[in-house]
């Protein structure tokens, strides 16, 4: 089994819940597609709220997945694209300028302002690691997100840069695993970023999207407007608060309340019969037991709503809520019924959407599936890499042909 094909893309997303491997190849037909070669999940270990805890089952399940992966595409990979995420991603807003004294930008002055807010970024990053910067735009005068300033006239110009921080100790953890489970690691893509690049279209992003991917230990949270990434975070807690929630009230086991919360839970206790009920598979000898479904369904609502809120919140806090127009639900979480519905109560006016991966050429099995959204954002990244398409990192200043890359970034694309 031998990969011979320079177009062959990997990527893993090693979540609290389970871990992920796909591999796939630029679609033949579909623009900006992917042709899913094979893939593989397994449940996570050694894995929560999004940082390795304990490596030995962290690589045993990370080998499996692309053990899996590699045997049903059968082809061998070297390389693989995985993303950061977890309560140690952070993210800020930095600005460069170069002064102008009311003349003309010249491209020499893009570079350098751009160059300036590159080095706020590093200045913000702190003990903390520069993971991704991304242009979001410049200011001349009162022209604002600008993405050619070149010959607009003012005082100065500013760029605008987006970075996105992680602790350097646990990107270190998750390329040594890796490197152990017996690839290399391309290159690191932040969470949030590649689930909304899977996702949310470019008029989403003009117009202004909220991407909100729940997983099981930690929620990530990515903001889009005038076509450029405003906000990443990372929120450490997920859908194993609703299941936690079930087993407490039901006096269940966790096992028992993940069971009942995937077959029958909802967060609309008004569509459900007075009459339902619930049988978990008997667990510890216990006996067989019936539970109220719209109990359930009630304590599914208010802890769908306090996340909501909580999500609502973050948003007036930054000014944002009235810039976005579409709150976009993706991640093993969205899957819960009602979600949506209760979403638009919370965001009243606005456009609300379960996200299913949108560049998959065919594999039914992942499309459907938003849990597959930060996989397939990284198999697009991955591609954009090989390609030489606007590298985002940006870490080496002095690297010959920087600022002509530069100039190639491509400002707000995911």
């Known amino acids: 089994m031998a990969n011979t094909s320079t177009d062959i893309l990997a990527a893993i997303d090693a979540g609290s819940s389970k871990v992920l491997c796909v591999i796939a190849r630029p ?12 893939f593989g999940r397994v449940p996570s270990q050694g894995i929560k709220n999004g940082i390795i805890y304990d490596v030995e089952k962290a690589v ?8 899996e992966a590699q045997n049903t595409a059968g082809v061998s990979v070297r390389t693989v694209w995985p993303a950061i995420g977890g309560s140690v991603v952070t993210s800020a807003n930095a600005r460069g300028v170069a002064v102008l004294r009311g003349r003309e930008v010249r491209q020499e002055d893009v570079d350098e302002a751009v160059r300036n807010a590159y080095e706020h970024c590093r200045k913000l990053a702190g003990e903390r690691n520069l993971l991704k910067t991304r242009l979001q735009g410049y200011r001349v005068g009162e022209v604002e997100d600008s993405r050619n300033p070149v010959g607009l006239m003012g005082e100065s110009i500013e760029a605008h840069m987006h970075a996105v921080f992680s602790d350097a100790m646990s990107s270190q953890t998750l390329r040594a695993t890796i490197q152990r489970a017996g690839v290399e690691v391309g290159d690191y893509s932040p969470q949030p970023w590649a689930s909304a690049r ?3 279209r470019p008029d989403d992003a003009a117009c202004g999207a909220a991407v909100i991917d729940m997983g099981a230990d930690t929620t990530s949270f990515a903001v ?3 076509g450029a990434v405003r906000y990443t975070d990372v929120i450490p807690w997920g859908a194993q608060f609703f299941t936690k929630d079930l087993a407490s009230v ?5 096992e028992q309340a993940e069971e009942i919360k995937l077959l029958r839970g909802t967060c609309l206790p008004e569509r459900v019969n007075d009459w339902e009920s619930v049988i978990p598979t008997p667990e510890n000898g216990r006996r067989q037991r019936a539970y109220s479904r719209r109990l359930m369904a009630t304590v599914l609502k ?12 973050l948003l007036e806090e930054r000014g944002d809520l009235e810039r976005v127009r579409t709150i976009v639900l993706t991640g093993g979480g969205a899957n819960l019924a009602g979600l949506p519905e209760r979403a638009r109560d919370i965001f009243p006016g606005k456009t609300v959407r379960v996200g299913l991966p949108n ?3 065919g594999a039914p099995q992942l499309i459907n599936q938003p849990d597959a959204s930060v996989v397939m954002g990284l198999i697009g990244e991955a591609a954009d890499k090989v390609a030489g398409k606007g590298d985002r990192q940006l870490l080496n200043l002095s690297a010959p042909g920087f600022l002509q890359n530069l100039k190639n970034v491509l400002i707000g694309d995911y």
């Open 302 to 313: 208010a802890r769908a709503d306090e996340f909501l809120r909580h999500y609502r919140k």
């Open 198 to 200: 899977a996702v949310i």
């Open 359 to 361: 560049n998959i050429d």
């Open 224 to 226: 889009y407007t005038e």
């Open 60 to 67: 045993f399940s990370i080998r499996t997945a692309l053990q």
């Open 27 to 38: 679609s033949d037909t579909l623009e900006g597609c992917f042709k899913v070669l094979g």
């Open 250 to 254: 039901l006096d269940i086991t966790i």
